[in-house]
């Protein structure tokens, strides 16, 4: 089964509009977790990551003003995109890593973000 | 600079061919991974090499890394529709700040015909 839940799985919101997604790790605790952003046919590119009590940590050409990440606990990361805009819509993906170094990361099942 | 090449970036085959898909670095990685993603999905783990040298089997699949850890295949034998898909490597550079962080290849399309 899933050990990464994120939600919504669709989002659709007008423009100037905040969102928020959510990520939880189901049955384990991830102090760190990534969110990424992937356009249509494309790989996956990492915008920050999320550390469990402090501050995200982004990926240079990453608005963090307008990515705002919080990883209030050890099972739920959330990424707000505020003020969204058309340019914003993509497809957001979480993920987690449960173990140690060359252990896998488990992926959320996306979000779709579409700004009208 | 993509720290990850991986190639080719569309292939489109017909069911029964084998193919191959690199990724290929100037940079060690500690571990590399292999993703398979369906559209509307996050990627799905195929396998994680750790090894230099190591080969690993998943039925039709055969993954190698390299000896010097910059590189590895993927490579499919008798493809089949069900194989369709975006395929994606991923390495993780060895401790430190890096811990999870994983860099990607601009990943694979696969679509294998009937």
């Known amino acids: 089964g899933a050990v990464v839940s994120q939600h919504p799985s669709r989002v659709i919101c007008k423009s100037g509009t905040s969102v928020k997604i959510e990520c939880r790790s189901l049955?384990?605790?991830?102090?760190?977790m990534f969110w990424y952003r992937q356009f249509p046919k494309k790989s996956l590119m990492l915008m920050a990551t999320?550390?469990?009590?402090?501050?995200?940590?982004?990926e240079q050409g990453v608005e963090k003003d307008k990515f705002l990440i919080n990883h209030a606990s050890l099972t739920l990361s959330t990424l707000t995109v505020t003020s969204a805009h058309p340019e914003d819509s993509s497809f957001y993906i979480c993920?987690?890593?449960?173990?140690?170094?060359?252990?896998?990361?488990?992926f959320g099942n996306g979000t779709r973000l579409t700004v009208t | 600079t993509q720290l990850l090449e991986q190639s080719p970036q569309f292939l489109s085959i017909q069911e029964g061919e084998n193919l191959t898909v690199y990724c290929n670095s100037s940079?060690?990685?500690?571990?590399l991974q292999w993703y398979r993603q369906e559209p509307g999905e996050g990627p799905v783990l195929l396998v994680t090499?750790?090894?230099?040298?190591e080969v690993k089997k998943l039925k039709r699949l055969t993954f190698q890394f390299g000896d010097a850890r910059k590189d590895s295949s993927l490579h499919i034998t008798a493809a089949q529709p069900g194989d369709t898909g975006l395929y994606l490597c991923?390495?993780?550079?060895?401790?430190?700040?890096?811990?999870?962080?994983?860099?990607f290849g601009q990943g694979t399309i696969l679509t294998v015909h009937p």
């Open positions: 049955d384990f605790q991830a102090t760190t």
């Open positions: 940079s060690v990685f500690s571990s």
């Open positions: 999320s550390n469990e009590g402090s501050k995200a940590t982004y």
């Open positions: 991923a390495g993780e550079r060895a401790g430190g700040t890096s811990y999870g962080k994983l860099t």
């Open positions: 993920s987690a890593k449960w173990g140690g170094q060359g252990s896998p990361l488990h």
């Open positions: 090499v750790v090894t230099g040298g």
